[in-house]
């Protein structure tokens, strides 16, 4: 994340700036006023559609109840949101007035994608400051300073502008952390404490598949784990009796929340962790590896864990694995099928990058999911989502 700059003019009018600090990666809005407690929703909604960021000088709670607000106008039906028809057709463009229906379940993916960055963009307009010390100069404002240290490391430098939007999303997931996330597979109270920009285990049906599928020979001697981010998979592999799992990811907040988790868990002696872009050196008789499941592009950090534009990770594991198996060894894929129901890429193409790779499948082992968008019909995704199947694919050199 390259540091920009954000300006504005103060009360006074005179020119100020800060450190522009977004996640996403999201440039500095062009155009900033202030904005405090006296400011309307709809005219907020408005300046927010246009892009405009509103640097909040007032209570800290009334700007969470605004962005609330915005939330409701981003989110009404066709027609009844505030702000006019230009603001309503860039808040919503895929429900605009005259738009077809989308004929194609990619079309729908692209369209659902494109509103949910357009919401973001204008939610994503009342700007919080932040001191140096991490403190937020505003009425009523919470002490966020553990949150902050864990996202951004320990205080000190300069002064920040932040997204509200973004330091609530930050706020959840310091409180993540704290609490965990129950892994059943692992247990009855085990639980993985996701750190802040690290993707959160919450679909437990892949965590099952690599606990319950029968290892294959000499894999409880070692096995590797690619792209390890909370380290879940890792940790069922040590728990399931492999002497020495090497761990790999090139996110250095995946690699110290894994050590954390291995930790926490008392297999950290089990469990090597290397920064690495897919393998590390050598073979194993096991090597499992849970890509992004939907070749999309990311529109931020955390989403590279789900999107993986043109599949990059999902070829790059299919092409190196049969040089880094041990004779006889095999490679596990963990891979949802919802790409195939959203159009994204075909069963004949995964089976292609596998043939071409130099592997043959053996088995593959198959689960519903479990979570509550595939039981959503209000979904926009829901056909895909209801025929969705996550599965185990175990693979082995020709």
């Known amino acids: 994340m390259t540091p920009s700059t954000i300006h504005w003019q103060d009360a006074s009018g005179q020119a100020q700036s800060a450190l522009w600090q977004a996640e996403s990666g999201a440039p500095a809005p062009r155009r900033v006023l202030l904005a405090d407690d006296t400011l309307a929703a709809d005219k907020a909604y408005r300046l927010a559609c246009e892009g405009t960021g509103l640097l909040w000088a007032g209570d800290f709670h009334n700007a969470r109840q605004l962005l609330q607000a915005l939330a409701r106008r981003a989110d009404a039906p066709r027609g009844r949101a505030a702000g006019g028809a230009k603001a309503r057709a860039r808040a919503r463009a895929p429900e605009a007035p005259g738009a077809q229906v989308p004929a194609l379940p990619s079309q729908a993916f692209h369209l659902h994608r494109q509103a949910q960055a357009q919401r973001a963009r204008t939610l994503s307009q009342i700007l919080i400051p932040v001191q140096a010390d991490y403190g937020i100069p505003l009425r009523r404002a919470p002490d966020l300073r553990a949150a902050f240290t864990e996202a951004w490391g320990a205080p000190g430098g300069e002064a920040r502008v932040v997204s509200l939007r973004e330091v609530l999303g930050l706020v959840g997931a310091h409180e993540w952390r704290k609490k965990g996330v129950p892994i059943p597979a692992l247990g009855p109270e085990a639980r993985i404490h996701p750190h ?9 049906e892949y965590v099952d598949l690599v606990a319950t599928t029968p290892l294959p020979a000499g894999a409880k001697t070692l096995a590797f784990d690619i792209g390890t981010g909370t380290a879940v998979l890792a940790i069922v592999l040590a ?25 926490r868990m008392g297999v950290a002696g089990e469990v090597a962790l290397q920064s690495a872009d897919l393998f590390p050196e050598g073979r194993a008789p096991l090597v499992v590896c849970n890509p992004p499941w939907v070749p999309a592009r990311a529109n931020s950090p955390i989403e590279r864990a789900v999107y993986d534009e043109d599949s990059r990770m999902l070829r790059g594991f299919l092409a190196g694995l049969a040089e880094h198996l041990a004779p006889g060894g095999e490679g596990w894929l963990i891979l949802s099928d919802l790409a195939e129901h959203l159009g994204l890429r075909s069963r004949a193409q995964l089976l292609e990058w596998i043939d071409q790779a130099g592997l043959r499948v053996v088995q593959r082992h198959d689960v519903k999911p479990r979570h509550g968008k595939s039981a959503d019909a209000q979904d ?3 056909a895909a989502r209801a025929a969705e199947v996550t599965s185990l694919w175990r693979l082995a050199a020709v």
């Open 239 to 263: 728990r399931r009796g492999v002497a020495r799992v090497v761990a790999t990811d090139q996110d250095p907040r995946a690699l110290a929340c894994a050590a954390d988790n291995l930790r």
């Open 196 to 204: 802040y920009g690290v993707f959160s285990p919450v679909r437990g």
């Open 380 to 382: 926009p995704l829901h």
